[in-house]
């Protein structure tokens, strides 16, 4: 194979001839821009038919990918000399300007020709050229404020949106001009989801359709992840009771689980899965929530055992229906129905049953006979008549 370098002539025009800093690109003569503006398409299409020639003519893919690779980069290398010599003020003459546009939009056209022709060899995490990049970045900032006008029916979803848009706002000027394929293919497959999905007359569910989304594409901002535990913290801490609480834990960590999340693609590649993460600190509160429940369990289980209880003559069934009705009355207070039988059962005991389960004594109030309801009625007045004689 030839190895002479292909791009020479090229290199040496944008290094040499038209790069300010390593030569006077004012003494050049009107014949000589002309000469170079004719040449470079000349040459752009000896490097393509040399390009295909070379690479057809080897078997293995091995060494087909690092032929593409290397004309890849090297293209890459030179537009962005090319932008940079632009820049400067040289250059910004009627004929020089002209003959630097046409540089810039030949390479332009060769970095497209290697991609469509050999895109299976190239590697994402290749560095995106500086026009294609801003291309982009004018396409993803259009995107973005077409976001921002759709219609969501909650603030979360409003704080979520800004939180996206953030977040892309940050990658662009981290990445500035070094943004990889991969990052860029991202960004757009993001907003394409995004824009295409409608946000009203959602289910009710504790993942909105943006959280779906944003989970299954892996969008694993660090601001956008600790914005959802707060929610999900938020929600929880709302319910009293901490049975409950851990039961709102498991259901909702089933329904995440049962989310699709994409492990091949990824906002952050320093952070692991969204789903991950979430599952994790669902996992964590639940058994923290346990650990909890348990110990309050064991405490009241000690107090029962350890004091002498008080013998009621009622049947468990009997006990649960006044208990029931002095919480619903409100002539009982507590955070819930649950906390009063968990407070008051460890310390009664029956005639034929010393300890009682508060579980068990309340699940009974839910199934009280006639009979039993007559009895407590009974009772209630029997303590009735007894007051009217203090």
Known sequence: MNTIYPLEWLDYVILQILNPNKSNVTILTKTEVTLITENIVKEANHIQVRMKNEIFSLVKKRQIRLQVRKYHSNLIYLLDSAVENQQCKELKKKDLAKVIELTISTLDELLSFVENRFSNFLSLD????????????????????????????????????????????????????????????????????????????????????????????????????????????????????????????????????????????????????IKSILLDWFSYEAAYLESQINAEHLVSEQLGKSNDKVECILSTDQMALILRASDESRVLKARSMNLVFKTIVPFLSTPFKKDLSYQSVRSKSYNAEDRDKEIAIQTLKKIIEKIKTY
């Open 126 to 273: 290749e560095r995106v050229p500086i026009t294609y990049l801003a291309v982009t970045r004018k396409e993803l900032i259009h995107k973005i404020e077409m976001l921002e006008k759709r219609p969501f029916e909650t603030e979360k979803e409003r704080s979520t949106i800004d939180i996206i848009k953030d977040a892309l706002s940050e990658s662009v000027q981290i990445s500035h001009n070094k943004a990889s394929f991969r990052q860029i293919l991202y960004e757009r497959q993001l907003m394409n989801r995004l824009l295409e999905t409608s946000y009203l007359n959602q289910s009710l569910s504790i993942f909105s359709a943006l959280d779906k989304i944003l989970i299954e594409t892996n969008f694993n901002s660090k601001r956008y992840i600790d914005f959802l535990i707060d929610n999900l913290s938020e929600n929880t801490s709302l319910i009293e009771d901490a049975n409950e609480r851990l039961n709102f834990l498991m259901c909702n960590s089933k329904e995440l689980n049962q989310l699709y999340s994409n492990e091949n693609v990824t906002f952050n590649p320093a952070t692991k899965n």
